[in-house]
């Protein structure tokens, strides 16, 4: 029996549509996904508890330096600081804010959106190519969530 190591829990099971969820792609080729049943399911049930939000870093000079998303807000902005970060976060000292979003879409095209119109430095360069997005979004309205010192949370 072949077997696979899930992508996320990293135990290894067989290689089965009871382990790994059977998908369908748009050519309808039929695979199994890289996720065991476990950690999708309970994945899903942290979504459906979660809200979607956007929040933005702004540094000392009112500059927006970095814009994310996430559905875990609580636990997601403490991870910037606590788990191995990057040089500019240890040094990070601002305001994040945060915006809720009325749908997981809505949080993932703005975020995009919103990346391409500001082209914060932090952000990945991938996600910000030259061109500007060729319509325009109201900019959603943003709260103070916690303020940063020399990236202490
Ligand atoms: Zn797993």
């Avoid at 992508?7 to 199994?32: A, I, M, W």
């Amino acid at each position: 029996m072949e077997t696979r190591q899930c992508n996320t829990c990293r135990v290894v099971k067989d290689l089965t549509s009871e382990f790994f969820p059977q998908e369908v792609n748009d050519r309808g080729y039929t695979y199994l996904r890289k996720k065991c049943v476990v950690c999708r399911l309970r994945e899903d049930n942290i979504r459906r508890r979660s809200k979607p939000y956007i929040y933005r870093f702004i540094d000392e000079d009112n500059n927006i330096v970095y814009i994310g998303k996430t559905f875990q807000l609580t636990r997601r902005l403490p991870r910037h600081f606590n788990e191995k970060p990057m040089k500019w976060k240890q040094e990070f000292t601002g305001t994040i804010e945060v915006s809720l979003m009325n749908s997981e879409a809505d949080m993932h095209i703005m975020e995009m959106y919103l990346i391409n119109i500001h082209k914060p430095i932090y952000n990945d360069k991938d996600k910000s190519p030259s061109d500007l997005p060729t319509f325009s979004l109201q900019e959603p309205i943003f709260e103070s969530h916690k303020e940063i010192k020399n990236g202490k949370w």
